[in-house]
């Protein structure tokens, strides 16, 4: 059964700096993994997806990496703004359709 | 194109009562998921389909949750009678799943905005 972990829980910092969340997966057999953007009271935002076969994909300030063979993904975000305040969560595609979520990480990025 | 659209968005009810939960995916999507989401445990995968048909209900907590998807457009989750503990933000979300990287676009998770749920 693929289990999905995101270090840290939380996170807080100031404005302007560079940060790193983390996300590990115990199956490696994945389709691809996909981050995604939480802001309170509301739906997911899908941010990044990477395919299996890559090893990042960029969007602006984003920057997702993705280690198959370690079971592992991390979220860059350069330049960090208080409308980068979010819930950040990973998401593992193994078997079919069926996708598996971590618990997030909860950013604060404060002015 | 208008997103994932779930209604009600709202729904305070009292236990013993029904619940309908109503998604309408993405035009075109060939798989539909339905999430449930509580503080104590994150997002829960109740069931999901793929072209209409149900194909893992693993997630469904008991026989007083039920789901349908009559066609490509339309998907609903019942809850008969509902309780307290199903209070939750229940999420809809398609995709366009194809195995392989796809068109561009194809296997992002597109989530509607929620249907948060209050049983008194």
């Known amino acids: 059964k693929q289990e999905v972990t995101q270090i840290p829980a939380a996170l807080s910092v100031p404005e302007g700096e560079n940060l790193v969340l983390n996300c590990s997966f115990t199956d490696s057999a994945i389709y691809n993994l996909q981050w995604f953007r939480q802001d309170p009271g509301k739906g997911l935002t899908s941010l990044l997806l990477i395919q299996s076969s890559q090893r990042e994909q960029t969007s602006g300030r984003l920057n997702a990496s993705l280690d198959k063979s370690s079971g592992r993904s991390t979220l860059y975000i350069a330049a960090s703004q208080p409308g980068d305040s979010a819930t950040y969560l990973c998401a593992v595609r193994t078997s079919g359709s069926r996708l598996t979520f971590g618990e997030g990480t909860q950013l604060t990025v404060n002015p | 194109d208008a997103g994932v659209i779930q209604s009600p968005r709202h729904e305070v009810t009292e236990m013993g009562q029904e619940v309908t939960l109503r998604c309408k995916p993405i035009?075109?999507?060939?798989?539909l998921f339905w999430y449930r989401q509580t503080m104590m445990r994150g997002l829960e995968l109740l069931i999901y389909f793929n072209n209409n048909v149900p194909i893992d209900d693993s997630g469904m907590p008991e026989d007083r949750f039920s789901a349908k998807m009559p066609n490509a457009s339309f998907s609903t989750l019942k809850i008969q009678p509902s309780e307290p503990r199903d209070s939750a933000v229940y999420f809809c979300?398609?995709?366009?799943?194809?195995?392989?990287?796809?068109?561009?676009?194809?296997?992002?998770?597109?989530f509607g905005a929620g249907s948060r749920l209050t049983v008194l």
């Open positions: 035009s075109g999507h060939n798989s």
């Open positions: 979300a398609s995709t366009n799943f194809r195995l392989g990287q796809g068109a561009r676009g194809a296997n992002v998770l597109t």
